[in-house]
């Protein structure tokens, strides 16, 4: 028993688990309240207040919301296929969870360090596709179809952009390892030499996000409620966990990447996570100023963007960011 | 090897919550089916026809181009990590292997592949 | 001790689902086992240190290839086509001389005793994605430079085929808009 107890592994193994369940549990808490907040700052930038009925400020809104999704009545369709129908909110949640293992949030709370930790992340995010297409074919409804069919080209398009606008940052850094690449920002922030990297980034974040101006697969007003138009109850309540999970991951590794991870002044080590969450905070703000600024783009102007625009911009980028390191090593 | 276990074991825990809650939840709720609530959702009109019809071939075209520009971006990774040991080399090469796809993205754009219309 | 027995499950997984991928009558549940399929081999190329290639599995392969897959199977919608008789009667026999050549090169295989190699040096502490760059750009510089070549062939072949027969001439510079309403419709 106590040579189990010792044996190293099984010790980092059961530390892993604490830890995931700990993620798990503060998405779930953040996730709650970030649409509380998202709710909260819409209606200010509108001139209204939001939900103010549900306790102090409308605090026990979220708590109302779980509750209320939680019991809701549930539909299935006759026409669906059951199997795919009940997978595809589960597919949902799984990328934006795993890809948040490799993380690196503060120098002693990162929950692994892998030598190809952004790849784990571009893979994860490549196979995010497959609840939203799954879910809107499933289905069998016209609006959900289409739903699907549109995010799965625009996630597919704007992936090459996010792929590529991460390779100008792994020139600088020489490192796969999301820890590498936090630790080589501890003077300047990537988002300093790689400004247009961070711009093609970001947005290609908000398309994969699925988040306004990209929000097609949405689109109510066209779409009913596009992908998951015949979603209920728990199932819906996954997609849009799994929406907000994604946001939340996908600003994590743009702190990373861009925004000096951890990285700033003053904190002693211990507590350098903070900057990590300062800056998580900021972004997830960006998230939602930016939802309520924008309207949605057509459908072609997003083909267009991404295909003619993000995608050369980014290829010229590297090519530049090259010449430019390799000048400068020879000087 | 060991770094992945915790990779593993956040799969693991998704995949159980995730599973879990929705199991948990239509245990729980009320499910009084009808043929006409359990019909597909067209803004309440009787459905028509099957949902699943044929598409533009435009989307086909965007999944195949995304493989082909995936498949260079793959190649860009070990590229740019090894990227400072290669030198102007490596520089050289890539630059003609971008310049070699910048050739059909070209061609994409004369032919119109990547116009919606 | 772990690593066998990860080995283990994974291969485990993937043999279960190839299978699946074949006993399923419903072509997108065949395509999702296709997916698991994948994704069990980058676990096993992970348990072997392989993990560039294990990643790159997942992108290329469970992310982009296995996508046009289903996008083909579920917005082609092929499923329904009526097929006459014979066209089934030569894919099953079709069907049964490959099964048949592919356990016959297996016997074969497994019937000649392969030395094993000398094991492999336990890999470097560093990450393996430089060691693959450091030789794919050096050491095999001219495959990787063909491979350009042809990704730019299948870009032109896809062009070309997205954009079916045409009448050669002045037709094909037409407007796009122009040419659709007298393209003659599909038999669907």
Known sequence: MAAILDNPDLRFAFWALVKCVVILTAMLGVVSYLIY???????????????????PLGLLQPVADILKLFFKEEFIPDAANKIIFHLAPVLAVIPALVSFSVVPVGPNFTVTDINV????????????????TLGGWSSNNKYALLGGLRSSAQM??????????TVGVLLIAGSLSLVDIVRAQEHVWFAVYQPVAFV?????????????????????????????????????????LGEFMNVITISSIAITLFLGGWNGPWLPDSLKFLWFFLKLGVLLFFFIWVRWTYPRLRYDQLMNLGWKVLLPVA????LVTGTVIHWLGNR | ??????????????????AGTIALSSIIVPLRRNAVKNSAYECGVVPMGDARQRVAIKFYLVAVLFILFDIEAVFLYPWAVAFR???????????????VLFIGYVYLLKKRALEWE | MIAPALFAVFAAIAVV?????????????????????????AGIYLVLHAEFIGMVQVIVYAGAIMVLFLFVIMYLNLGRDIETGLQIALRRGVGWLMGFALLAAGVALFRHPWAAGPPAPPGPPVGNTQAIGLLLYSRYLFPFEVTSMLLLVAMVGVVVIARGRRAPGPAADLPPGAATGAEPRGDA
């Open chain 1, 37 to 55: 907040v998202e709710r909260k700052v819409a209606g200010h930038m509108q001139a209204r207040t939001g939900p103010n009925r549900v306790g």
């Open chain 2, 1 to 18: 090897m060991r770094e992945y276990i915790p990779v593993l074991l956040f799969l693991l825990v998704a995949f159980g919550f995730a």
């Open chain 1, 117 to 132: 930790g952004l790849l784990l992340f571009l893979a994860m995010s490549s196979l995010g596709v497959y609840a939203i």
């Open chain 1, 156 to 165: 597919i398009s704007y992936e090459l952009a996010l792929g590529l606008s």
């Open chain 1, 200 to 240: 093609i980034f970001m947005i290609a974040a908000f398309a994969e996000t699925n988040r306004a101006p990209f929000d097609l697969p949405e689109a109510e007003a066209e779409l009913v409620a596009g992908f998951h138009t015949e979603y209920s109850s728990m199932k819906w309540g996954m997609f849009f």
């Open chain 3, 17 to 41: 689902s190839a299978l699946s991928v074949i006993l399923q009558r419903n072509p997108v549940t065949s395509a999702l086992f296709l997916v698991v399929t994948f994704c069990s081999l």
């Open chain 1, 315 to 318: 290829l010229a980028n590297i």
């Open chain 2, 85 to 99: 040991q290669l030198g102007l080399y490596g520089l050289v090469e890539m630059a003609l292997f971008i310049v």
